[in-house]
């Protein structure tokens, strides 16, 4: 069967640091991968989605950016936070088979940056 | 781009009491899914519709996609504790194969 791990599952984090979060994927071979952000008590705005290795579309000019360097692993990164970029992070995976629509969440990393 | 809305924002209702979520959107969706969210979890999903006017029950949940195909809701029937948390829509950008989430339906039942 499939999984999806995400770590750290809490970072706290000063204002300026470098941030990477990292997400894998088992049980499934080139999977469409997707990150997205949700801030407290809102929705998800999706950040990132690759749909193979080194293939990155970015949604949302801002500071963070995304890796795809082997077929399983998204990392999500940063030179430097802000205030803004805190959140609730989460990584995705959908089967690339057209029909198979559904998205599979990771458990999320809660980040306050300070 | 896609907008999905979703109204209402937050319902709070006693237990065994129903509650519907309606998903509405401008232009004509390609696929309705629906997933929950536990407080402090992930958002895991629940139902896919893809047909115009298509109903699909899932125990006490009954989903439905509107004939046009701007709209779709989520009814509960007879609420419990555990039905509480964050009810979301999303509908599937074909050209990206990424979803686009209305804002959510905070639901809380009072025992």
């Known amino acids: 069967s499939q999984t999806i791990h995400q770590w750290p599952a809490t970072l706290v984090q000063p204002v300026g640091s470098p941030l990477s979060l990292e997400c894998t994927v088992e049980?499934?071979?080139?999977?469409?991968l997707y990150w997205y952000r949700q801030a407290a008590g809102r929705g998800l705005q999706l950040l990132f989605y690759?749909?193979?290795?080194?293939?990155i579309s970015s949604e949302v000019p801002q500071n963070l950016s995304a890796s795809r360097p082997q077929d399983r692993q998204f990392i999500l990164s940063s030179k430097k936070l802000l205030l803004s970029d805190s959140g609730f992070y989460l990584c995705?995976?959908?089967?690339?088979?057209?029909?198979?629509?559904?998205?599979?969440f990771g458990p999320g990393t809660r980040l306050l940056v300070l | 781009g896609q907008q999905v809305m979703q109204i209402p924002q937050y319902q709070h209702v006693q237990e065994g009491e129903d509650f519907t979520t309606y998903c509405n959107s401008s232009?004509?969706?390609?696929?309705i899914q629906w997933y929950k969210q536990r407080p402090g979890g992930h958002p895991v999903f629940l139902i896919q519709?893809?047909?115009?006017?298509e109903v699909k029950k899932q125990k006490r949940l009954t989903f439905q996609f509107g004939e046009a195909k701007k709209n779709s809701s989520l009814h509960i029937t007879a609420t419990q504790t555990t039905d509480v948390g964050t009810y979301f829509c999303?509908?599937?950008?074909?050209?990206?194969?990424?979803?686009?989430f209305g804002s959510g339906t905070r639901l809380q039942v009072q025992p």
């Open positions: 995705a995976w959908r089967s690339p088979t057209i029909l198979k629509e559904t998205q599979y």
């Open positions: 049980g499934t071979s080139n999977p469409n």
């Open positions: 690759s749909v193979g290795i080194g293939q």
């Open positions: 232009t004509t969706l390609s696929n």
């Open positions: 519709l893809v047909k115009s006017g």
């Open positions: 999303a509908d599937m950008d074909t050209g990206r194969r990424a979803l686009t």
